[in-house]
Structures are given as structure tokens and as C-alpha cells.
């Protein structure tokens, strides 16, 4: 917790955040807030200008943040153009303590150090912090420059009156932790759609066993499931990702690995008493060995094998019983090979959900482990929606594009 002990907006949970540090005598205090951030869950990236590496060491900011921190433009290791990756990387971007002099090179668009590179390479929304001493403040130039800032979107976080380091008194101090963080999650609220707001996630197809090194399964890629996740978390929610199959995470997903439907069913246990949306694209097993065997079935004593399969029961109509589940938006997906939406129809009801998306895999272009999906999205509220063949990560897009306006406030 930052020193005021505030408690952290849950816009910035989970959230990318840069934190370019200008060289002032505040920048102590950005220490502070980094490590505040990043108890929260938010994975915190720092970069200072060299005046700023005399007013606090690059070894702090790697201490709290448990990241590397950028001091130039040319990082010994590390990516080659830093101030890109991290421009890219960042989902919001905080220069604090701004001085007047960054504030001017900022105005005029420089990218001769790691700091105002980074600014110009950024594509979320930015917010500064001035402090200065109170003279500077107060000049016209200081003024304007902010002035030209604020014209292209940027936050500006307006300093405190109070003691200065000078001696003076008068307005130019860092705001504390509390107001620096309530301006970035307001930046974040109004560029993320689904900043503060939960997203759990199934994905692939669960691996029922039949003994120690054999299970019964499907062919469920997870595809679908990572692409919702990323999608979501690309939109500024937190998300969980509960998943039986592994591809290259998107940052910032909590990832889950599970295999079997007991083990699923018990992560989205935990997971769902906070969540706001449930996409269940897993494919979850329908039928599962009624016994497991404790040792490896040796093919030398067993000519003929027979499985003896039992019901698994539906996760999802199981949890929307439980009484943290009532205030999620549940979503699950049907696979048909036939009279696509009546059967996903009759499914939605069946498992208490509040939309299903029905993918038709007798379809050779999108079937199984394909990059692309095509179906129909049917809401609880009677609302049908055609997703014609698109690649998978529009149609996480399109799912939900169409979830988000209806959840709670
Ligand atoms: O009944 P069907 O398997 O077609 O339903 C698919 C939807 O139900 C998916 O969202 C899937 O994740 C979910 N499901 C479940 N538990 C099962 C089987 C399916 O939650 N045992």
C-alpha cells in the first residue's frame, strides 16, 4: 500500500503500466507508488531520464517493480529500440514528477532520451504530473506547454500547494499516490472498455483419465478461449484464463493450467465469487472413464479393453446455481453439426446462461484448430446476432462488443 494507504482503483489491477520517472527531487515518491501498483497486481515498467537517476537509483524501481528498468536509449541487453517496446507495451503511461523541462521537450515532440522516446512511442492513454518550484509553475511557457499537452489528450494531474523542497511554499508539489492513481484509472476508464472489470475464461478440451498415461479427450485447440482472453484483456479487464491447452500468453492473463473437468469446475469455483463475465469456450468432456486405474493398463495382460464411461456433469449449469454466480454475465459456446441456433437454444436454457454462441463444425473452414469461427450468438433476452466467418480474435471482439453493454453498472 502507498504511504496515504488508499486503496487501488480496480481499473489498474492486472493493467500494463509505464512509469516514466523525470529527474525532480519527487521522484522519491514514484518508488512509493510503483510499489504500490504493483502489490495491487499491476505489472509496473520504469524508465528515467538520466537526471532522475540522480535523485533515486534504477535498483529501486527493479526492486518493487520486479522489472527491468530503462535508463537510455541504448540498454546494453534487452530489446533493441526499448522506447517501442515499451510504447507498445504500456496499456497506460504516467510521467511523474514532470519537470519544466521535460514538460517542454514533451510539447515539442523530442525523442532524444528514453523518456520522451517512450512518450512518443506510446499508443494508451498518458498522464502527467508537473512539480516543480512554484516559480516555474507559475510561468507562461510551463503554462503553455501544458496547455498544448492537454490538447492532444493528455491527463494533466494538477500539482499541490504545501511546502516545496526549495523552501518556498506554494503550488508545485507531486500529488500523493492516491490522486496520481485515481487520474490514471480514470485515463484507463475512459480508453478501455472493460477497465475494472473481472473476465474469467475456459479454454481446450479437458483430458479425462483412464489411467496414469493415457486420457480420454477432443480435439478443442483453445483458440477460442485465449482469443477471448487476450481480446478482454486488450479491453483493461483482469482476466483468468482456465485452460487445458498452452499457447503464447497475452501479458497481464492470470493462466490457470488445468486438465480434467474436476479440476476446471474447482478453479472457476474460486474464480467466480468476483467476476463480472464467464466465457466458457472450453470444451469441457461430456463423458469421462467411470474408473481410473492406479497403474499403467499393460497391453500384454489386456487383449481386449473395454472403458466404461459415466456423465460429466455440466460445469457451467453448475455453477450458475452457486449463489456467487447469480451477478455473472455467463456465456457458453455450443458446437453443432445441425439446426445450429435451435439447439444452442434449448442449451442456454438448460444451463442458465445469459447468451451461447453456436459454431457449426461440420463447416471444413472453421472447424476444430482452425484460426477462424463463424456461427450465431443468441441472448437469454431474445437477441440473435449473426457472426459471419471471421478469424477468431474478431470474433472475441464481436462477442464482447456485444457482452459489454449488458452488464450491470
Ligand atoms: O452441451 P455442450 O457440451 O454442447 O455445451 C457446451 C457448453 O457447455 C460450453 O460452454 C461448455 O464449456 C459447457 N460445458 C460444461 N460442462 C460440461 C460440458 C459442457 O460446462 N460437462
Same mark, same amino acid.
Given at each position: 500500500? %502507498?504511504?496515504?494507504?488508499?486503496?487501488?482503483?480496480?481499473?489498474?489491477? &492486472?493493467?500494463?503500466?509505464?512509469?516514466?520517472?523525470?529527474?525532480?527531487?519527487?521522484?522519491?515518491?514514484?518508488?512509493?507508488?510503483?510499489?504500490?501498483? /504493483?502489490?495491487?497486481?499491476?505489472?509496473?515498467?520504469?524508465?528515467? $531520464?538520466?537526471?532522475? *537517476?540522480?535523485?533515486?537509483?534504477?535498483?529501486?524501481?527493479?526492486?518493487? $517493480?520486479?522489472? !527491468?528498468?530503462?535508463?537510455?536509449?541504448?540498454?546494453?541487453?534487452? !530489446?533493441?529500440?526499448?522506447?517501442?517496446?515499451?510504447?507498445?507495451?504500456?496499456?497506460?503511461?504516467?510521467?511523474? %514528477?514532470?519537470?519544466?523541462?521535460?514538460?517542454?521537450?514533451?510539447?515539442?515532440?523530442?525523442?532524444?532520451?528514453?523518456? /520522451?522516446? *517512450?512518450?512518443?512511442?506510446?499508443?494508451? !492513454?498518458?498522464?502527467?504530473?508537473?512539480?516543480?518550484?512554484?516559480?516555474?509553475?507559475?510561468?507562461? !511557457?510551463?503554462?503553455?506547454?501544458?496547455?498544448?499537452?492537454?490538447?492532444?489528450?493528455? /491527463?494533466?494531474?494538477? %500539482?499541490?500547494?504545501?511546502?516545496?523542497?526549495?523552501?518556498?511554499?506554494?503550488?508545485?508539489?507531486?500529488?500523493?499516490?492516491?490522486?496520481?492513481?485515481?487520474?490514471?484509472?480514470?485515463?484507463?476508464?475512459?480508453?478501455?472498455?472493460?477497465?475494472?472489470?473481472?473476465?474469467?475464461?475456459?479454454?481446450?478440451?479437458?483430458?479425462?483419465?483412464?489411467?496414469?498415461?493415457?486420457?480420454?479427450?477432443?480435439?478443442?485447440?483453445?483458440?477460442?478461449?485465449?482469443?477471448?482472453?487476450?481480446?478482454?484483456?486488450?479491453?483493461?479487464?483482469? #482476466? /483468468?484464463?482456465? *485452460? *487445458?491447452?498452452?499457447?503464447?500468453?497475452?501479458?497481464?492473463?492470470?493462466?490457470?493450467? #488445468?486438465?480434467?473437468?474436476?479440476?476446471?469446475?474447482?478453479?472457476?469455483?474460486?474464480?467466480?465469487?468476483?467476476?463480472?463475465?464467464?466465457?466458457?469456450?472450453?470444451? #469441457?468432456?461430456?463423458?469421462?472413464?467411470?474408473?481410473?486405474?492406479?497403474?499403467?493398463?499393460?497391453?500384454?495382460? $489386456?487383449?481386449?479393453?473395454?472403458?466404461?464411461?459415466?456423465?460429466?456433469?455440466?460445469?457451467?449449469?453448475?455453477?450458475?446455481?452457486?449463489?456467487?454466480?447469480?451477478?455473472?454475465?455467463?456465456?457458453?459456446?455450443?458446437?453443432?453439426?445441425?439446426?445450429?441456433?435451435?439447439?444452442?437454444?434449448?442449451?442456454?436454457?438448460?444451463?442458465?446462461?445469459?447468451?451461447?454462441?453456436?459454431?457449426?463444425?461440420?463447416?471444413?473452414?472453421?472447424?476444430?484448430?482452425?484460426?477462424?469461427?463463424?456461427?450465431?450468438?443468441?441472448?437469454?433476452? &431474445?437477441?440473435?446476432?449473426?457472426?459471419?466467418?471471421?478469424?477468431?480474435?474478431?470474433?472475441?471482439?464481436?462477442?464482447?462488443?456485444?457482452?459489454?453493454?449488458?452488464?450491470?453498472?
Amino acid at each position: 500500500m %502507498p504511504l496515504d494507504s488508499s486503496p487501488i482503483p480496480d481499473e489498474l489491477k &492486472g493493467l500494463r503500466i509505464a512509469l516514466l520517472v523525470a529527474g525532480g527531487i519527487a521522484a522519491y515518491k514514484i518508488v512509493d507508488l510503483a510499489s504500490a501498483l /504493483t502489490q495491487a497486481g499491476a505489472d509496473v515498467r520504469v524508465a528515467m $531520464t538520466a537526471s532522475a *537517476t540522480r535523485f533515486v537509483g534504477a535498483a529501486s524501481f527493479q526492486g518493487v $517493480t520486479g522489472n !527491468p528498468v530503462l535508463t537510455g536509449l541504448w540498454a546494453a541487453d534487452g !530489446p533493441a529500440e526499448p522506447h517501442v517496446f515499451l510504447g507498445d507495451w504500456a496499456q497506460v503511461t504516467l510521467l511523474a %514528477p514532470a519537470t519544466a523541462n521535460i514538460i517542454s521537450r514533451v510539447a515539442r515532440g523530442q525523442s532524444d532520451d528514453i523518456v /520522451t522516446a *517512450t512518450l512518443l512511442a506510446s499508443r494508451g !492513454p498518458v498522464v502527467v504530473a508537473p512539480a516543480m518550484n512554484d516559480a516555474m509553475w507559475s510561468k507562461a !511557457p510551463v503554462q503553455e506547454n501544458l496547455s498544448t499537452l492537454r490538447g492532444r489528450g493528455v /491527463t494533466v494531474v494538477e %500539482p499541490e500547494s504545501g511546502h516545496l523542497a526549495s523552501g518556498h511554499v506554494g503550488a508545485g508539489r507531486l500529488p500523493g499516490a492516491a490522486a496520481l492513481m485515481d487520474a490514471l484509472a480514470s485515463a484507463v476508464r475512459s480508453r478501455y472498455d472493460l477497465a475494472g472489470r473481472c473476465v474469467v475464461v475456459t479454454a481446450g478440451g479437458t483430458r479425462e483419465p483412464i489411467d496414469p498415461v493415457r486420457f480420454v479427450g477432443n480435439y478443442s485447440s483453445g483458440k477460442m478461449g485465449f482469443a477471448v482472453a487476450a481480446a478482454a484483456a486488450d479491453r483493461g479487464a483482469r #482476466v /483468468t484464463l482456465v *485452460t *487445458t491447452a498452452m499457447h503464447p500468453a497475452h501479458p497481464g492473463i492470470d493462466v490457470r493450467p #488445468v486438465e480434467t473437468a474436476d479440476e476446471m469446475l474447482e478453479e472457476l469455483k474460486r474464480e467466480i465469487a468476483g467476476a463480472d463475465v464467464l466465457v466458457m469456450a472450453a470444451a #469441457v468432456a461430456d463423458f469421462r472413464p467411470a474408473r481410473v486405474a492406479d497403474n499403467k493398463i499393460r497391453r500384454e495382460e $489386456t487383449p481386449r479393453l473395454s472403458l466404461d464411461l459415466e456423465q460429466v456433469p455440466d460445469l457451467v449449469a453448475a455453477l450458475g446455481k452457486e449463489k456467487d454466480a447469480q451477478k455473472v454475465f455467463r456465456v457458453g459456446f455450443a458446437a453443432e453439426g445441425s439446426d445450429l441456433a435451435a439447439k444452442a437454444l434449448e442449451k442456454m436454457k438448460k444451463k442458465g446462461l445469459q447468451a451461447i454462441v453456436a459454431n457449426d463444425i461440420s463447416r471444413k473452414d472453421i472447424a476444430f484448430g482452425s484460426d477462424h469461427n463463424a456461427g450465431v450468438m443468441l441472448f437469454a433476452d &431474445g437477441t440473435r446476432e449473426d457472426l459471419p466467418r471471421m478469424t477468431k480474435r474478431e470474433m472475441a471482439d464481436r462477442i464482447l462488443d456485444l457482452v459489454r453493454p449488458r452488464l450491470n453498472s
